[in-house]
């Protein structure tokens, strides 16, 4: 209980410091459904964690329909990440999320063929995935990345890239794009994913 209250905690702070458009913690817990979203999946895997397994789907059922969003009780997602709009992501059983991660709409971790075992992906710390963007099979995408809008990554990604189109290709690995991830300006990620933003 006391790993769930500190999950919370910090994901709390993480959208208030990484979401633009959550000016307030009333704002946040009231009217913000991707983060209650992310606290059903927070409760769904507190249970799966018990082995209480029946109330753990009874709370995974009820996020994906109040909020379609769908979100393993299995998988593990790190506290402090962001899940912006929400609507769409699907992250499988055998994924891991790291903090500090931002999350946009209608994203998938997810498997590239049925099996058993470890067949989804790892996401670092510190990344930034764009909206529909497709990450599948069991690799990893490492720290302090950037990947782009419907992009469909089938392969490692190694820290502190840049990964954009269909399939996935690496545009840059500079150790310098890594500054914006220790601070994490969420104005400042435009500036780093050219063409992504226009002013």
């Known amino acids: 209980m006391r790993n769930f209250l500190h999950a919370v905690r ?114 670092g710390r510190n990344v930034l995935i764009g909206a529909g963007a497709k990450i599948l099979g069991p690799i990893k995408v490492g720290d302090n990345s950037v990947i782009g809008a419907n992009a469909v990554v089938l392969q490692d990604v190694p820290p502190n890239s840049l990964a954009v189109g269909v399939p996935a290709r690496i545009l840059r690995r500079d150790s310098r794009d890594a500054e914006f991830s220790r601070q994490y300006p969420h104005g400042e990620v435009e500036d780093r994913v050219e063409g992504v933003c226009e002013t």
């Open 10 to 123: 910090k994901d709390v702070r993480a959208y208030l410091r990484l979401d633009p458009a959550t000016s307030n913690v009333f704002q946040l817990i009231f009217f913000n459904a991707s983060f209650h979203g992310l606290l059903l999946y927070r409760i769904s895997h507190l249970f799966y964690e018990w082995k209480l397994y029946p109330l753990a789907y009874i709370f995974y059922y009820l996020k994906r329909v109040l909020f379609s969003m769908d979100i393993h009780p299995a998988a593990k997602i790190e506290p402090g990440v962001v899940i912006d709009h929400g609507i769409g992501v699907v992250i499988g059983s055998t994924a891991s999320v790291g903090s500090n991660t931002v999350i946009y709409q209608g994203v998938t971790l997810g498997a590239k063929k049925i099996c058993t075992g470890k067949r989804h992906p790892d996401i």
